[in-house]
Every structure is written in C-alpha cells, then in structure tokens.
C-alpha cells in the first residue's frame, strides 16, 4: 500500500499538503483494509484538479498543460500559466518531465 501511495506521488505530484492526507488515510484505511480504494479516489482527484487553484480541471483533457501531466481550469488555462508549470513540473519531477517529453517529441 505504502508502494502504490509513493506511485501515486509521483504521478498526481503531490506536496507537503498530501502528506497530512497520508497520516490521516494510513490510519484509517488499515482499520477498513481499503486504503488503496481510498488512496486511488484521492490521486483521481488530485490528478483531475487545477495545478494553480482548487477548481475541477477542464473535461476531456482540453486544460492538460503539455509535457506534463498537470492540468488546469478554464482560469489557468492560458500560455503564461502553461509555461510557468511546464517549469515548475521540469523542477519538481525532473525524470518524469524528461520522459514525458521524450515520448511526446
Ligand atoms: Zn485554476
């Protein structure tokens, strides 16, 4: 489970603040058995979520910033908030930012 959660952080690229969400699910999903259930819902959401604000991510893909997994809302969803998380995605996951690229090019 602990496996699958360090996957899910990468993947999602979560922060600090998922790490209170970690404590606080590791906890209860024992007790329940069904943490990686928990954990998988947690990661949809926050894979489907605005990387600059707490808004829902554009449907089908349309505020996915290129090169990276991250997506935005329709406030987001602009050149200059691209680019800045293009950067942000290449300092924090440099190996994933690299193999997104790759692949992509
Ligand atoms: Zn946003």
Same mark, same amino acid.
């Given at each position: 489970?602990?496996?699958i959660w360090?996957? !899910?952080l990468q993947v999602s690229g979560v922060d600090d603040e998922a790490s209170k969400w970690y404590?606080?699910?590791?906890?209860? +999903?024992?007790?329940? +058995? &069904?943490?990686a259930i928990l954990l998988s819902i947690v990661g949809l959401y926050r894979r489907h979520k605005c990387q600059s604000c707490w $808004? @829902?991510?554009l449907k089908s893909g349309l505020g996915r910033v290129e090169g990276t997994h991250y997506?935005?809302?329709h406030k987001?969803?602009?050149?200059?908030d691209h680019e800045a998380l293009k &950067? !942000? #995605?290449? !300092? $924090? #996951? @440099?190996? !994933? #930012? &690299?193999h997104l690229n790759r692949e992509g090019a």
């Open positions: 489970m602990i496996a360090h996957w !899910l404590a606080f699910w590791s906890g209860f +999903g024992a007790d329940f +058995g &069904e943490g $808004r @829902p991510a997506e935005t809302c987001h969803t602009n050149k200059t &950067e !942000l #995605h290449k !300092l $924090r #996951h @440099p190996q !994933l #930012h &690299e």
